[in-house]
Every structure is written in structure tokens, then in C-alpha cells.
């Protein structure tokens, strides 16, 4: 079945420490991929997200690039901030109508960064 | 301000007394749905909408009702509550007729707390 598969968390880090959140996935098609963030006491919002091969997405410093033949989709940022402490999820959704339709969460990484 | 909003935002009840939770989204999204998330277990879907009249079990319908009656409007229903359904509730909403990319762009509530005692 279609799954995504993210490294479990905590990750600690110190500020503008280098971060990296992996993420894999199975798909019986040819999905679209999507990085959610989730802030203490809020709910998801996008963070980025990338729609076929090789496209990378960006958002506020962070980039995913959308590898098909490792299936990945890790989330990397250069310098990580206090403020990017959160939960992250990694999502697919394929391009079918029905429930084949909706989007496919892992399970989430939460990130503290110390500073 | 484009939005979803869910009440209440936190809820104690006893198990057992019907309790309804609200989410209305002001984007003229097509789909809803509702997510449960729980330590450990991340989010799961409980029930999903692709249009007024149109809903359809998600991975945890069991123990909850939905409705779409108009649009804008996604309820979710316990009918019984039970401690089990202590949780985090996320409403969420996107278009559903512009492709895949569209589709997963979803828009989250700020989620409801529920405890069943």
C-alpha cells in the first residue's frame, strides 16, 4: 500500500546547527510530496511541497528535492532557529479521486532547537 | 482572512453525552476532513468529505458521524463518547477539483482538545 516513512523523533539541535529530517515513501503511483510543519498549540500548516521529479521545494530556509529513484523526500535547512522547534510531517497524495485521493501522513519528527 | 475554524477548542465531557464539534472554512473549499492525532500514532483520518452530501469513512470512522450539509460546514458527531476518543482533533479543507497538488495543500484548524472522562 501506499505508505510514507519518516526518522523518529526527538531531534535535538543547537541553533544554526545543520538540520535534516528524512523521509521515504511507497506509492503504487506518482504522487505529490509535502512537508507540514505543526507549532506548539496550533495546527498544521504547508511548509513546502514538490509535485514530480527532481522539483525542489523552499520555504522560509527550509528545501526538500524529490529524489524518484530513492523514493525521498528529505527536509534539510542550513542554519535551524529557536523558533523553528516544531513538529514536522512528511505527506504524499496521489493523483486519483476517491480515497485514493487523500493525503498519506508519516508519523511526524519533532525538532527542539536549543539556544 | 482565509480560514478554518473549529469549536469548541477544548472540551471535557463524560462518557457517554453527545457532543458535537463545529469546523466551517471560508475558502469554498470542495473537501473536508477530520483527523484524530494521538502520541505516538501521529495523525489518522477519522471521516472525509469531496462535496456537500458526499462523505466517506477515513482509517477511524468508528464511534463518530459526519455531515455536510452545506459547504462551508463539516461537524463531527460523537454520539457516545468513550475515553478512547480522548484526543486531538484537526478539521482541515482544500480544493479538490484542480489536481493532486491542490488537493494535498490542505488547510488546518487549530485543532480541538477532547477529554472523555
Known amino acids: 500500500g501506499n505508505s510514507v516513512t519518516q526518522m523518529e523523533g526527538p531531534v535535538t539541535l543547537s541553533e544554526e546547527a545543520f538540520l535534516t529530517i528524512n523521509c521515504t515513501y511507497t506509492a503504487t503511483g506518482y504522487p505529490s510530496l509535502f512537508w507540514y510543519v505543526q507549532y506548539p498549540g496550533e495546527g498544521l500548516q504547508l511548509l513546502l511541497k514538490a509535485t514530480k521529479a527532481d522539483d525542489k521545494g523552499s520555504n522560509k530556509g527550509f528545501e526538500a528535492t524529490y529524489r524518484k529513484e530513492t523514493t525521498s523526500f528529505h527536509l534539510e535547512k542550513g542554519s535551524v532557529q529557536v523558533s523553528d522547534s516544531a513538529v514536522y510531517f512528511c505527506a504524499l497524495i496521489l493523483d486519483y479521486g476517491g480515497s485514493q485521493g487523500n493525503l498519506i501522513f508519516g508519523k511526524g519528527t519533532k525538532l527542539s532547537v536549543k539556544p | 482572512e482565509a480560514q478554518v475554524t473549529q469549536n469548541p477548542r477544548y472540551l471535557i465531557t463524560v462518557t457517554g453525552k453527545k457532543l458535537t464539534v463545529t469546523c466551517s472554512q471560508n475558502m469554498n473549499h470542495e473537501y473536508m476532513s477530520w483527523y484524530r492525532q494521538d502520541p505516538g500514532l501521529g495523525l489518522r483520518q477519522i471521516y472525509y468529505?469531496?462535496?456537500?452530501?458526499?462523505?466517506d469513512k477515513g482509517d477511524v470512522p468508528e464511534g463518530y458521524k459526519v455531515s455536510r450539509k452545506e459547504k462551508r460546514n463539516f461537524p463531527l458527531i460523537l454520539e457516545s463518547p468513550s475515553p478512547n476518543q480522548t484526543s486531538l482533533y484537526f478539521c482541515?479543507?482544500?480544493?479538490?477539483?484542480?489536481?493532486?497538488?491542490?488537493?494535498?495543500?490542505?488547510?488546518f484548524g487549530p485543532g480541538t482538545r477532547l477529554l472523555v472522562l
Open positions: 482541515a479543507s482544500s480544493r479538490w477539483t484542480s489536481g493532486a497538488s491542490s488537493r494535498g495543500t490542505q488547510y
Open positions: 468529505s469531496m462535496n456537500v452530501e458526499v462523505t
